[in-house]
């Protein structure tokens, strides 16, 4: 509504068939919303009978679009979207997405589990490749920039997390649909499982030792026991699960997705959902909803609809949400759909399932370093021959660490910070403050095929990061000779 009100100030008062009008998109909008705060009330009476009350969010919704007017935009079809959509506003309390996507699980239907999983992994790979574009034209790189991409690794435990939960059941029927050659399931599957991929296709699809630990969330996924063990939480089990679940499901089915993949490449005039530009799936529905102030509004298309390929009417629509009297050209340019980042999207993705399936490709990744976890006093002579981690890649607020050069300094809150959005591999209180390894490790060093070693870590701290990178931290010299890895520039 303030957004109505300031477009009309910008440019022309609405006479009362046109407030009119705006009012019901409002209200339509307000019942969306009550809809998708309901959809995350269906396990309140307990587990039993969820699926029924999902049927009635959509008996709801399927009313309101019968009984409003034909000129106002249908702006979500099915309630299954509207569970994904009632999480997309950021919050700091990050277990309640897993504990819903464990209702999820548990609870509904397989049909209604997929159609959500489909939802899930598109809204929010579509909010990571807007991430992906705005932060590249601010800095002026390419999407492949090393800055770039490690900025996006470090920063999205959260949404690497939950994409790895949705598309772990789709991987499964799109691998059950392979096998009983239901073609247009398959297709369906691929699209979104090519979606949930491709914000960091070389991650997903080829580096998935180190997506697992990109993935981990320390304080929600790990604890410690009553006798002082490290030990996973029940989130941080099934999280670890389906990580592992993960790698053996997309490593079977490679070839045919790429295979697949070939049918989503943009096309110039036509719409692809690599193109689609937004901050939260929330804002989309806000797009639509201010663009009926304007008399020629498209209604024919809803929110599922962002998320498909279409043809030059769609794109015109996508296109055409901020073509408002009230922004400047220069924002409108910002936000035009972006054809050449569509391309650029679609062709990592087709690479890196190349990459995958080709002989000579696969065996060119490069080999992943590890991490050793050594006591203070290592009495084996190969432990020299391993550099120490850097210490750029450790911060610390305890200034006796930093005056030791164990550490860079590093001011609390914003560690603190790092340690609840899943931005370090390791994190711990020490007398003086806080101590934290950052993941960029595992892209500057493991995923470069670099051993390090760390040295002196607390007991429980060294469990801690054991269990945070599965595979890649070790606490034990290997017995034969050490292979040649490339050093680690100090």
């Known amino acids: 509504m303030i957004r109505g009100f300031h477009l009309w100030r910008q440019t022309r008062w609405p006479g009362r068939n046109g407030r009119v009008h705006y009012a019901h998109t409002l209200f339509n909008l307000y019942v969306v919303r ?19 009350r999902l049927l009635q969010v959509q008996g709801v919704l399927d009313e309101l679009w019968t009984n409003t007017p034909a000129d106002q935009p249908v702006l979500v079809r099915d309630a299954r979207w509207l569970i994904q959509m009632a999480q997309s506003p950021a919050t700091d309390e990050l277990g309640a997405y897993f504990e819903v996507a464990e209702k999820i699980a548990e609870t509904l239907s397989k049909e209604d589990r997929i159609e959500i999983h489909k939802a899930g992994v598109r809204m929010a790979a579509g909010h990571l490749r807007s991430q992906i574009r705005y932060a ?14 490690l900025s996006t690794r470090n920063s999205n435990a959260l949404d690497f997390a939950l994409l790895i939960q949705d598309l772990v059941p789709l991987l499964e029927a799109y691998e059950h649909a392979c096998h009983s050659d239901d073609g247009q399931k398959r297709l369906e599957l691929a699209d979104a499982i090519c979606q949930g991929v491709s914000p960091d296709p070389e991650l997903f699809l080829n580096r998935v030792e180190l997506l697992g630990a990109y993935s981990m969330i320390e304080h929600l996924f790990i604890t410690t026991d009553r006798d002082g063990h490290v030990v996973y939480t029940p989130l941080g089990q099934r999280h670890v699960q389906l990580v592992q679940e993960y790698e053996a499901r997309i490593g079977r089915v490679s070839q045919p997705l790429h ?23 929330s804002d989309l529905i806000e797009h639509m ?10 209604k024919d298309f809803s929110l ?34 972006p054809q050449q980042f ?18 000579g490709e696969a065996n060119a990744v490069v080999q992943t370093g590890r991490l050793f976890v050594l006591p203070e006093h290592q009495a084996d002579p190969k432990a020299s021959l391993i550099p120490d981690l850097p210490i750029a890649y450790i911060k610390s607020s305890d200034m006796q660490l930093v005056a030791a050069h164990k550490a860079d300094a590093y001011d609390e809150a914003p560690l603190l910070s790092d340690r609840r959005e899943g931005r370090c591999v390791l994190s711990y209180k020490t007398p003086g403050g806080w101590v934290a390894i950052t993941k960029a490790i595992l892209t500057e060093v493991l995923g470069a095929g670099r051993d390090v070693k760390i040295v002196g870590l607390p007991p429980v701290a060294a469990g801690v990061l054991k269990l945070m990178c599965p595979n890649l931290v070790l606490d034990q010299l290997p017995t034969t000779s050490m292979p040649n890895r490339f050093p680690v520039d100090q």
Request: charged share 25%; net charge negative.
């Open 34 to 52: 009550c809809l998708e705060l309901l959809s995350m009330r269906l396990w309140d009476p307990g587990a039993d009978g969820a699926g029924d």
């Open 136 to 149: 590249s034209l601010k800095k002026s790189v390419s999407l492949d920039e090393k800055s770039l991409v």
């Open 259 to 281: 295979d697949d993949c070939l049918n989503f490449r943009p096309v110039a005039g036509a719409y692809s959902p690599y193109g689609v530009l937004y901050g939260f799936s």
């Open 289 to 298: 909803a201010l663009k009926t102030l304007q008399p020629d509004a498209v």
């Open 304 to 337: 599922e609809d962002v998320f498909a390929g279409g043809d030059i009417n769609t794109l015109a629509w996508v296109s055409g949400w901020r073509k408002l009297p009230h922004l400047t050209p220069e924002v409108e340019k910002l936000f035009d759909y």
């Open 342 to 359: 569509a391309e650029d999207i679609f062709e990592r993705i087709e690479h890196a399932l190349r990459r995958g399936v080709s002989d």
